[in-house]
Antibody, heavy 121, light 110 residues
Framework: EVQLVESGGGLVQAGRSLRLSCVAS????????MHWVRQAPGKGLEWVAG????????VYADSVKGRFTISRDDAKKSLYLQMKNVKSEDTALYFC??????????????WGQGTQVIVSS | QSVLTQPPSASGTPGQRVTISCSGS????????VDWYQQLPRTAPKVLIY???QRPSGVPDRFSGSKSGTSASLVISGLQSEDEADYYC???????????FGGGTKLTVL
């Protein structure tokens, strides 16, 4: 069974940094693309960033480009999101999602339960 | 403002057929496949339909999807109370080179 467990969320001041983690199990992590998707309170889903199976392709939403960095450590079966210069609009529940195949363009077939990020001003 | 446009709400009574639309453009739905996600209250999203009309194992055949041009539709036949959830369409956009979601449709079972 695929499991994705996010962590690292919390309360952070605007302008500071935070790193989210997602530990995967139940599948061969290094073979699949991975993504971060967020959901602001009471709002819809917003895709944030994606990384291909080998890390060779990293793509970002315009709203986070230049501030967030997605990375992966296949040995630790982990996905990361380094968030810098956070803004109040980054307040959201952040989901880790697995792609169905190796590329960033494949749909998301499994999701974690999310980790909450709250940015205070 | 979402790149993909969905109605904010939909409703139906048990047993009815409900259709949720998703409108995009040539750079997303017009040139790439559409996926649909269901988010039950206070839970993570799950894939309902992928590549326009494919159902993952475990998804009831009451759920079906289709695409035509720059629009897509999710049809729920034989509506059940447990279908009350938020539904999102998504597609890759070639112009911005990333995924885009619809704003979501809240389905109420009356």
């Amino acid at each position: 069974e695929v499991q994705l467990v996010e962590s690292g969320g919390g309360l952070v001041q605007a302008g500071r940094s935070l790193r989210l983690s997602c530990v995967a199990s139940g599948f061969t992590f290094e073979d699949y693309g991975m993504h971060w998707v967020r959901q602001a309170p009471g709002k819809g889903l917003e895709w944030v960033a994606g990384i291909s199976w080998n890390g060779g392709s990293q793509v970002y939403a315009d709203s986070v480009k230049g501030r967030f960095t997605i990375s992966r450590d296949d040995a630790k079966k982990s996905l990361y999101l380094q968030m810098k210069n956070v803004k109040s609009e980054d307040t959201a529940l952040y989901f880790c999602a697995k792609a169905q195949q190796s590329s960033v363009v494949d749909h998301f077939d499994s999701w974690g339960q999310g980790t909450q990020v709250i940015v205070s001003s | 403002q979402s790149v993909l446009t969905q109605p904010p709400s939909a409703s139906g009574t048990p047993g009815q057929r409900v259709t949720i639309s998703c409108s995009g453009s040539s750079s997303n739905i017009g040139s790439n496949s559409v996926d649909w996600y269901q988010q039950l209250p206070r839970t993570a999203p799950k894939v309902l339909i992928y590549v326009n009309s494919q159902r993952p194992s475990g998804v009831p055949d009451r759920f079906s999807g289709s695409k035509s041009g720059t629009s897509a539709s999710l049809v729920i036949s034989g509506l059940q109370s447990e279908d009350e959830a938020d539904y999102y369409c998504a597609a890759w956009d070639d112009n911005v080179n990333h995924w885009v979601f619809g704003g979501g449709t809240k389905l109420t079972v009356l």
